[in-house]
Antibody, heavy 126, light 106 residues
């Protein structure tokens, strides 16, 4: 059974880059037609999708964060990563990684995330 | 940008049916999924492709989507179903979440 585990600094200074890694275990990150996503959740608030990457390297980002976000994948290490530049206090949140499944049926497209990591808390503060 | 709107809270008595809505422009033209999140835990997928249940999700969870509204229905609601529920759809190469609904089982 596939498991995901986030890792990275729990404290980031303002204006620095927030960097996290998600390690995939129990299955190959490059097998199957899966996407690999990052999602975040500020304390007491809802979920915000950050972006996703396919194992080919193609990416999609939330337009609200696109200018600051980079998601990359390293299939040899079975992990994918998130870099969020110019961090501010508004980036303080629990960050989740997740496996995504997508397909088109006619003109309809679906995308859902079926396996999630346990999340890691990142605080942006000096 | 596309928006999904959920009621902030829904209350239900144990054993009754809970309905949680998710509204968006022509949402019926998109596929919707639903996640359950309990305090301090990661979200869990409970419905995908409007009305499909992942393995391990009880049959009391069902979904529908038509017009501008998708609905998550929980039949015979149990105390363990008390949680936050989020709808999610895909639009313009972006995954969109609703604001979430807190389900209280009284």
């Amino acid at each position: 059974q596939v498991q995901l585990q986030e890792s990275g600094p729990g404290l980031v200074k303002p204006s620095q880059t927030l960097s996290l890694t998600c390690t995939v275990s129990g299955g190959s990150i490059s097998s199957g037609s899966y996407y690999w996503s990052w999602i975040r959740q500020p304390a007491g608030k809802g979920l915000e999708w950050i972006g996703r990457i396919y194992t080919s390297g193609s990416t999609n980002y939330n337009p609200s964060l696109k200018s600051r976000v980079t998601i990359s994948v390293d299939t040899s290490k079975s992990h994918f990563s998130l870099n969020l530049s110019s961090a501010t206090a508004a980036d303080t949140a629990v960050y989740y990684c997740a496996r995504g499944i997508a397909a088109a049926i006619g003109s309809y497209y679906y995308y859902y995330m079926d396996v999630w990591g346990i999340g890691t808390t990142v605080t942006v503060s000096s | 940008s596309y928006e999904l709107t959920q009621p902030p809270s829904v209350s239900v008595s144990p054993g009754q049916t809970a309905s949680i809505t998710c509204s968006g422009d022509k949402l019926g033209d998109k596929y919707v999924c639903w996640y359950q999140q309990k305090p301090g835990q990661s979200p869990v997928l409970v419905i995908y492709q409007d009305n499909k249940r992942p393995s391990g999700i009880p049959e009391r969870f069902s979904g529908s989507n038509s017009g501008n509204t998708a609905t998550l229905t929980i039949s015979g609601t149990q105390a363990m179903d008390e949680a936050d529920y989020y709808c999610q759809a895909w639009d313009s190469s972006t995954a969109m979440f609703g604001g979430g609904t807190k389900l209280t089982v009284l």
